[in-house]
Structure formats: structure tokens, C-alpha cells
């Protein structure tokens, strides 16, 4: 088993950057292919990016494609979601998740972070 806690939010301005983290404790962080997902207020949650237990294959939503980055340090037992040209849209919390499974969008993920609240003010 594995315990997630993500840091790194805030509040910024519409075109800031910001990086969200994800430390992982318990169960090695390479064991698990890593999602980062947001729930912005009267919507569901859904998945921002994901990124496979090497690092070597990535998923990004259409929305966040080509402004977001999602990495991992394995050795720090880290997962990171780098925004850039934030947008007033992107405002949610964010959490990260990892799943035993294999595939990055379309499985499910099995431990969940708290959350970490990032608002973009336009």
C-alpha cells in the first residue's frame, strides 16, 4: 500500500506557472503507474495526466496538452505536475493517484492523495 500527499498549491494569476507535488510513502512510488486528476466545484473529477512506472509513456487531456508536465523521480518517491499559462478554467483541486493496474487513463487507481486546491484568478 501506498500513502499519497500532494503540496505545491495556491493561488496565482492567469498565465503563471505553477508545480504541484505528489510524495509517496509505504510501498516503493516504482510499483505504480501515477495519475494526476482535478474536480473544479459542481463538476466530477477527471484525469489531467498520467505517467507510466518509468516515466517513459505520458497521457494528457486535451485541455492540458502542451501547457502541462507530468514527471516522476522515482528515486524520491515523487510525482510532479508542472502547469504552465495557467487559465482561470483550471482552477480545482488537484490530486494524484496510483494504480496497480496497467494503462494510464482508462484504469483504475487504487490510492488517493488528499488534494491540493490551486485557483487561478483571471
Known amino acids: 500500500q501506498v500513502h499519497l500527499v500532494e503540496s505545491g498549491g495556491g493561488l496565482v494569476q492567469a498565465g503563471d506557472s505553477l508545480r504541484v507535488s505528489c510524495a509517496a510513502s509505504?510501498?516503493?512510488?516504482?510499483?505504480?503507474?501515477m495519475g494526476w486528476f482535478r474536480q473544479a466545484p459542481g463538476k466530477e473529477r477527471g484525469i489531467v495526466a498520467a505517467i507510466s512506472r518509468s516515466g517513459g509513456s505520458t497521457y494528457y487531456t486535451d485541455s492540458v496538452e502542451g501547457r502541462f508536465t507530468i514527471s516522476r523521480d522515482n528515486a524520491k518517491n515523487t510525482v510532479y505536475l508542472q502547469m504552465n499559462s495557467l487559465k482561470p478554467e483550471d482552477t480545482a483541486v488537484y490530486y494524484c493517484?496510483?494504480?496497480?493496474?496497467?494503462?494510464?487513463?482508462?484504469?483504475?487507481?487504487?490510492?488517493w492523495g488528499q488534494g491540493t486546491q490551486v485557483t487561478v484568478s483571471s
Open positions: 493517484a496510483a494504480t496497480e493496474g496497467y494503462g494510464l487513463a482508462n484504469v483504475r487507481y487504487d490510492y
Open positions: 509505504g510501498r516503493t512510488l516504482s510499483n505504480y503507474a
